[in-house]
């Protein structure tokens, strides 16, 4: 019996032996090579260089290294250089990465540009033409189509956008009180489109009703009268509605008063507040004045100390009930939709829903740089957000 | 006579190698001159990302992407909590189907706090990773190491031997109450072997659908009952002479072996998910935890109760199965911890599953000797159910 007994134990211990080798062998064989590799690759070699800046003896071993950075947080104490250090790189990391690549819609050109004068004479009449009518009124001629067009929202982001002449914001239309506005509009996109006017004119040119819409390959041709004087939008208003603005279909129009008695500006700026949702989820996750996310930070506006800059805002943001506009370091009086020669506030900031729109008269007193951005700092952060550079 | 063999050779080959050849030929030709203009793909590019691991180290977050989509996506922006960050990534930014990447973020995360991480593609679609507990993430050194160590001997190690020290006790069992022991064993296992597989499916929704989950689990299940059927079917011959007591044997041995697996991948699981910050290893989860293995302890005696005698070195068999039952829970903490992948925990709670319900079997028919009816005593029956609920009862101290 005890020979069987023995016999057995020889048996089992030889498989099991193997068994455990052969398990710890193929574990090894699994997970070693992996961390062989963690341990060479530039990544590790970063981290160990960030352990390595952070701790303040640099011979120490990581875990005392972490050990001190888990005692510093818990005290509450960051006045260490290392980490202190770290703390600056990564708040230097803010914001976007990478440059616009895309050429076709100058942000900064945007800014300028009503009537299409930033084209050269032969390519404007094209699109734009003024003339007398008998009563001696102005007549503004525009040709405006809609066009399906992939446009850059932010640095190597791209959004499958519904646009008026190829960009968001669609061209500035401007005139004055009692001008005539005639819009040849061509639907060259592939859903009906409408454009509807804020001002005052007859509910045949409103672009509002299911008989108004465009239908692609068809067009209209809208006129009205250019009243109430103040700055104004215009937006397509085929259903879905949301759909239609948040794809980009919308623009500035500003109608200046007849008789002005304010001080003429040195500099007019024309921005519009948006935001694309890029994966239509009715959330935005880019939000910007006039269209690209941080441009203006990453390309200041230049404006000269006390001279005074009027700044015609409009806000379309979809999907979020309210924006808002806060300049740095400055005040300025709000005209609220402009409709009045007097300004109704003297503040910094100025809160807008959808379609509402101000305009800011705005003076700096000292050189420097200034931000401007939403006072609703989750869309500061999301790409609304641009810097004046004040120059003497 | 030797032609015609070599004739049907060939003939073998030949209709063997024939489909494989006529399907080279329409892929060239499907390639070549296109697929007759039906199947061009005319909606926009689907693209897919997954984030696999996130690391935290002070002001840094690393993420490792992987792409599971049909096409390549470029990463062009990075959101962390809805605000644009810098990223850096290493070589190119776009990662071809099944590419893995890795991104660097200098981010000034908060220690214990919720963090989102969204990444925008070229064409604006998102892929978001939440994290419950943001915690710093463990770098190979001593401290975690000790950490894990400990974990997997307190989670594995400790319980299984506890268990193991009802043996004087279970060893004075006689007739029914044996058998109801089996039955309770039996109940555990079952109850052992569904919970590794709800382990194993519950993992499957965190990998990218490119790696195909379920097909990782049906391999590591089959995987691991055939080749333990194949290996008691092989060496049966062998195992009869040799007596009931070694049959026990090797039943405690098997035992083991599924428990072990399954701990394996318990301890990826908990390991990981401790590492990530997904649970807070709080003492009394480890405490949980070490209630609840004890019965696996209890599992891997009772077949041996009635052998003890006859085996030699009894003690040192015990303290073996224990240590097999256990020592895989060090091993999946340590490997859960520091480089953690959800397609190992998938693949080794299956196989574990896999091994605990083929000894379950084992034993049930044992029990039965060819009469299944035979097994549906009342005793065997209240015993079968109360080792599922002594599963279910320890269960509530793990709530992790």
New interface residues.
């Given amino acids: ?2 020979e ?3 016999a ?2 020889k048996k ?1 211990r030889l498989p ?1 032996l193997a ?2 080798l052969i ?1 710890g062998f193929l ?1 090894f064989r ?2 070693m090579p ?2 062989a590799a ?2 060479e690759s ?2 590790y070699q ?2 160990k260089q ?2 390595k800046d ?1 701790c303040s003896d640099p011979t120490s ?3 005392r290294c ?2 001190s ?2 005692d510093l ?1 818990n005290s509450g104490n960051s006045k260490s250089s290392h ?1 202190q250090k ?2 600056a ?10 440059e616009y690549t895309s050429e076709d819609f100058d942000a900064m050109q945007y800014l300028t540009t009503w009537n299409f004068n930033n084209l050269p004479q032969e390519e404007r009449k094209k699109l734009y033409k003024e003339s007398r009518l008998p009563d001696g009124k102005t007549l503004r001629e525009y040709w405006i189509f809609a066009e399906d067009k992939e446009i850059e ?8 956008a519904w646009t008026y002449n190829g960009q968001v914001p669609a061209p500035t239309i401007r005139a004055t009180e009692g001008d005539r506005i005639r819009i040849h509009f061509t639907n060259k996109g592939t859903k009906p489109h409408t454009m509807h006017f804020h001002g005052i004119h007859n509910a045949s040119m409103d672009g509002a009703m299911t008989e108004d819409f465009v239908y692609p390959g068809k067009s209209f041709t809208y006129e009205f009268e250019a009243e109430p004087f103040g700055v104004h939008l215009f937006h397509c208003h085929s259903v879905p509605i949301k759909q239609h603005i948040s794809k980009g279909l919308y623009g500035a129009y500003i109608v200046d008063p007849k008789n002005d008695t304010r001080i003429k500006p040195d500099r007019e700026l024309v921005m519009v507040m948006n935001a ?1 949702d ?2 239509f989820d009715e959330e935005n ?1 880019v939000y910007a004045v006039n269209s690209k ?2 441009y203006y930070a990453l390309n200041p506006i230049k404006v000269k100390k006390d001279e005074l800059i009027r700044i015609y805002l409009i806000n379309i943001v979809e999907f979020d009930p309210i924006n808002s506009f806060h300049l740095h370091a400055t005040f300025f009086d709000e005209y609220r939709t402009g409709t009045r020669l007097e300004p109704n506030a003297y503040t910094d900031i100025v809160s807008m829903v959808q379609g509402e729109r101000s305009i800011i008269d705005v003076r700096f007193k000292y050189s420097g740089m200034y931000m401007f951005h939403a006072h609703v700092s ?1 869309f500061t ?3 609304w957000m641009g810097f004046f550079e004040v120059v003497e | 006579m030797e032609t015609t063999e070599k004739q049907n050779k060939l003939k073998l080959w030949v209709s063997a190698l024939l489909p494989v050849f006529l399907l080279i030929i329409l892929l060239f030709v499907f390639l070549k001159f296109g697929p007759l203009g039906v199947f061009k793909s005319s909606v926009p590019p689907i693209e897919v990302a997954f984030i696999q691991r996130v690391a935290f180290s002070p002001e840094h977050i690393t993420l490792e992407v992987f792409n599971d989509g049909p096409e390549p996506v470029t990463i062009a922006q990075v959101m962390v909590n809805g605000a644009y960050w810098k990223f850096d990534m290493e070589q190119s930014k776009t990662l071809n189907p099944l590419e893995k990447g890795k991104i660097d973020i200098f981010y000034p995360w908060l220690d214990g706090d919720f963090e989102k991480i969204t990444l925008i593609s070229r064409n604006g679609v998102t892929f978001e990773k939440e994290i419950e507990v943001a915690t710093l993430t463990p770098t190979f050194n001593f401290f975690y190491f000790k950490t894990f160590v400990l974990l997997g001997i307190y989670v594995g190690v400790i319980p299984v031997l506890l268990g193991l020290l009802w043996f004087p006790f279970l060893k004075m069992l006689r007739g029914r109450w044996y058998m109801f022991l089996l039955s309770l064993t039996i109940g555990l296992l079952v109850f052992l072997g569904f919970d590794a597989l709800s382990e194993s499916m519950g993992l499957i929704g965190s990998l990218p659908q490119a790696f195909n989950g379920i097909g990782i689990l049906v391999i590591g299940f089959l995987l691991a009952v055939l080749t333990l059927s194949a290996v008691s079917y092989e060496t049966q011959h062998y195992t009869k002479d040799k007596g009931e007591h070694y049959q026990a044997l090797i039943w405690g041995y098997l035992i083991a072996l599924g428990i072990g697996l399954h701990n394996l991948g318990e301890g990826l699981a908990i390991g990981s998910a401790y590492a990530v910050g997904e649970i807070a290893l709080g003492s009394l989860l480890v405490i949980g935890f070490m209630v609840h293995n004890v019965t696996e302890g209890v599992a891997i005696v009772a077949p041996l109760t009635r052998a003890h005698k006859q085996i030699g070195n009894f003690l040192l068999h015990l303290v073996m199965m224990g240590l097999l039952a256990g020592i895989p829970t060090i091993l999946g903490a340590l490997v859960g911890g520091f480089s953690y992948s959800a397609v190992l925990g998938v693949f080794f709670l299956a196989i574990g599953a896999g091994a605990i319900f083929d000894v379950a079997f084992d034993i049930i028919n044992q029990m039965a000797k060819g009469n299944w009816l035979s097994i549906f005593t009342v005793t065997n029956v209240l015993g079968f159910l109360t080792g599922l609920l002594i599963m279910y009862a320890t269960g509530f101290l793990v709530l992790g």
């Fill in positions: 019996m005890l069987t007994q023995k057995i134990q089992i099991l068994l455990f398990v574990l699994l997970f992996d961390n963690a341990q530039p990544e970063k981290l960030i352990a952070y071993t990581d875990s972490l050990k950075f888990e947080k980490f770290l703390q790189t990564a708040q230097e990391q803010f914001g976007i990465i990478g929202i932010a640095p190597g982001v791209f959004f499958p694309f890029t994966n996750e996310a941080f989750e952060e999301l790409g």
